[in-house]
């Protein structure tokens, strides 16, 4: 029964200390961003998630333009993306 609070004492001691404070934090602070530039890449305009058409680039139309800049071209139609 002596050894238990040793143990208990040595793991406070190791893992609670005023010390390890700005580790923790500093490691929080790092998954905390990662999640979110993560979320945020998933979630971009150029990522679909959807199954619904699994080859977009054939239903473009031959008068559709899908650049964001056409500098010498002029088309009727301008590509628009339906689904997010």
């Known amino acids: 029964m002596s050894a238990k609070p040793s143990m208990r004492k040595q ?5 609670f200390a005023v010390e390890a404070i700005p580790i923790y ?12 530039y993560l979320k945020r890449l998933a979630t971009g305009h150029s990522v679909v998630w959807s199954k619904n058409n699994p080859t977009p680039w054939n239903s473009i139309q031959q008068d ?17 993306r339906d689904r997010l």
């Open 11 to 15: 793991l406070m001691k190791n893992w």
């Open 25 to 36: 934090v500093i490691i929080g602070g790092v998954v905390v961003g990662a999640s979110w």
């Open 64 to 80: 559709q333009g899908t650049k964001m800049l056409e500098v010498n071209q002029k088309f009727d139609k301008s590509w628009t």
